[in-house]
């Protein structure tokens, strides 16, 4: 038998080779990723270290990553991404005639699409503040 033994540093060094690909894919121009091994225990535990990216790249991988999963959520109808609790209610209709209130729901609808989901939840607690004086 002559098949190499897969090690644990050879699988980290096999995974980072390929976080290495995918960050090249994106235009990443990041340093190779390494393989730390630590001894945790008595126990020889090897870690794939990514590459440190620099601010605009953490930036744009956290962008890619945005997309790719609102991508996601526009392909999946029957399962929408869930924005979790406090982002859970984000329309109440704003009253018709009402200025204050089609101008909450234009700031909310801006904020909705720079993804500053928090600006938008205010917007929304406002839209239904209509009868206090749009008090949040
Ligand atoms: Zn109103």
Same mark, same amino acid.
């Given at each position: 038998?002559?098949?190499?033994?897969?090690?644990?540093?050879?699988?980290?060094?096999?995974?980072?080779?390929?976080?290495?690909? #995918?960050?090249?894919?994106? $235009?990443?121009?990041?340093?190779?990723?390494?393989?730390?091994?630590?001894?945790?225990?008595?126990?020889?535990?090897?870690?794939?270290?990514?590459?440190?990216?620099?601010?605009?790249?953490?930036?744009?991988?956290?962008?890619?990553?945005?997309?790719?999963? #609102?991508?996601?959520?526009?392909?999946?109808?029957?399962?929408?991404?869930?924005? $979790?609790?406090?982002?859970?209610?984000?329309?109440?209709?704003?009253?018709? $005639?009402?200025?204050?209130?089609? =101008?909450?729901?234009?700031?909310?609808?801006?904020?909705?699409?720079?993804?500053?989901? #928090?600006? #938008?939840?205010?917007?929304?607690?406002?839209?239904?503040?209509?009868?206090? $004086?749009?008090? =949040?």
């Amino acid at each position: 038998m002559t098949t190499p033994a897969r090690t644990p540093y050879s699988a980290c060094a096999e995974e980072g080779a390929n976080l290495d690909a #995918a960050l090249k894919e994106l $235009g990443i121009a990041a340093p190779p990723s390494t393989v730390q091994m630590t001894e945790e225990g008595g126990m020889k535990v090897a870690r794939v270290a990514p590459p440190l990216l620099t601010p605009s790249q953490t930036a744009r991988l956290t962008g890619v990553v945005n997309d790719g999963m #609102a991508m996601a959520g526009n392909r999946c109808q029957e399962r929408p991404v869930s924005l $979790g609790e406090p982002y859970a209610d984000l329309s109440p209709a704003p009253v018709p $005639g009402c200025v204050e209130c089609s =101008a909450l729901d234009k700031e909310r609808h801006e904020a909705r699409k720079r993804r500053q989901f #928090a600006t #938008a939840v205010v917007a929304s607690q406002r839209i239904r503040n209509h009868e206090r $004086g749009h008090r =949040a």
